[in-house]
C-alpha cells in the first residue's frame, strides 16, 4: 500500500473517533456547568481547554463556555474540535478515495456539507448529539463494509490510539476538577458504559470501580486497555510478512503503558490519575509517531492540539 494511502486511513480513523470523543467530553462538562451554579465557569473552562491541549487565554477576561465551543467545537481550523476533526477526517478520505468504500465517503462527505448549517441552526447539546451519531455511522459503516485486510487495520489502528488517548483525557478531567468535576456515574453515562458497568459488577457502584472500569475493563471498548491492546493487535497485524522490528517500536510503548496499568493496584493508580493519565496520552503520541516513521515517513503531519512532535 502506497505510504499517502496508509497514512490518510491512519487519520480518518483518527480524526472520527476524535470528533465522537470531544462531542462526549464537551456535553458531558458544558452540562455539568448548567446544572451547578456554584461552580467557577472560568476555573472549569480553564481546566478543560488545559486537558484538551488547547492552551487557555492568558489571565484576564474570564473564559466561558461559549469560548470553549468556540475553540473545540466550531473552529473548522482546528483539527482538536468538533467541526475541524470532522473536516479533515473527509480530506483525508479524499485522499484515499480509491481504497475506501462508496458509503464511508459519501457518509463524511455528507457530513463535511451539513457541518454549516449543524453549527448555524442547531443548539449546542443538539449539535453534540449530531457530532455523535454522524461518528458513528462512520465506525458502523468501517465495521461493516471494510475488508479485513491493511484497509481496515490501519483505519481501527487510527481509532484505537485515539481512542485510549480521549478516554485518558476524559478520565484526567475528573482527576483536574475533583469534586466539582462530573461524578464518575456521568462520566461512564458519557461513554456509554454505565449499564455495562453495572453488569460487569451487579449493580454495585464506587467511584473506585467506575475507575477500574474505564481504565481496566478488557472487554468494554471504550475503555484504555481495551483501546490499546486493540492497537497492538493491529501494529502486530501490520508487521506480519515484514521486518518485525520495524512495528516493534510502537508495540512496546503501547504495551508498556498498557502493562503499567493492568498490572498495579487500582488504589495505587488513583493516587497519581492525572499523572498516569498524561502517560498514557505520551504513549499514544509517541506510538502514533513511530507509526508514521515506518508507514509514511515522507508524509505530512497532522499533529493533534498539544501533541508533542
Not at 451487579?202 to 486493540?230: I, K, M
Amino acid at each position: 500500500m502506497l505510504s499517502r494511502i496508509a497514512e490518510s486511513l491512519f487519520w480518518v480513523g483518527r480524526y472520527v473517533e476524535r470528533a465522537d470523543d470531544t462531542s462526549r467530553i464537551l456535553d458531558t462538562h458544558l452540562q455539568l456547568l448548567l446544572e451547578d451554579p456554584w461552580i467557577s465557569e472560568d476555573l472549569a473552562c480553564r481546566s478543560l481547554l488545559a486537558v484538551m491541549g488547547a492552551a487557555p487565554p492568558p489571565v484576564g477576561p474570564a473564559v466561558t463556555p461559549v469560548n470553549v465551543m468556540q475553540t473545540l467545537g466550531y473552529d473548522r481550523l482546528n483539527a482538536g474540535s468538533i467541526a475541524g476533526a470532522l473536516d479533515a477526517a473527509r480530506e483525508n478520505a479524499r485522499r484515499a478515495r480509491e481504497t475506501i468504500s462508496t458509503e464511508l465517503w459519501e457518509c463524511l462527505n455528507t457530513t463535511r456539507n451539513d457541518l454549516p448549517g449543524a453549527i448555524a441552526n442547531r443548539t449546542t447539546p443538539e449539535f453534540f448529539a449530531w457530532g455523535r451519531e454522524r461518528a458513528a455511522v462512520a465506525a458502523g459503516i468501517t465495521d461493516s463494509a471494510t475488508s479485513r485486510d491493511q484497509i481496515w487495520t490501519f483505519l481501527v489502528l487510527g481509532r484505537s490510539i485515539e481512542r485510549a488517548d480521549m478516554t485518558a483525557r476524559l478520565v484526567a478531567t475528573r482527576a483536574v476538577a475533583g469534586s466539582s468535576g462530573p461524578s464518575w456515574t456521568t462520566l461512564l453515562r458519557s461513554c456509554g458504559a454505565y449499564e455495562a458497568f453495572l453488569r460487569a459488577y451487579r449493580g454495585s457502584a464506587s467511584d473506585a470501580l467506575a475507575a477500574e472500569f474505564l481504565l481496566l475493563d478488557p472487554l468494554f471498548p471504550r475503555s484504555v486497555v481495551y483501546a490499546l491492546r486493540q492497537a497492538e493487535e493491529c501494529l502486530v497485524a501490520l508487521g506480519e510478512g515484514n521486518d518485525r522490528s520495524l512495528v516493534e517500536s510502537a508495540v512496546r510503548i503501547l504495551g508498556r503503558v498498557r502493562s503499567g496499568l493492568e498490572f498495579r493496584p487500582v488504589g495505587q493508580l488513583l493516587e497519581n490519575l492525572p499523572a498516569e493519565m498524561e502517560e498514557v496520552q505520551r504513549a499514544c503520541s509517541s506510538a502514533s509517531d513511530a507509526v508514521r516513521v515506518r508507514y509514511f515517513p515522507t508524509g505530512l503531519h497532522d499533529d493533534w492540539v498539544g501533541e508533542r512532535i
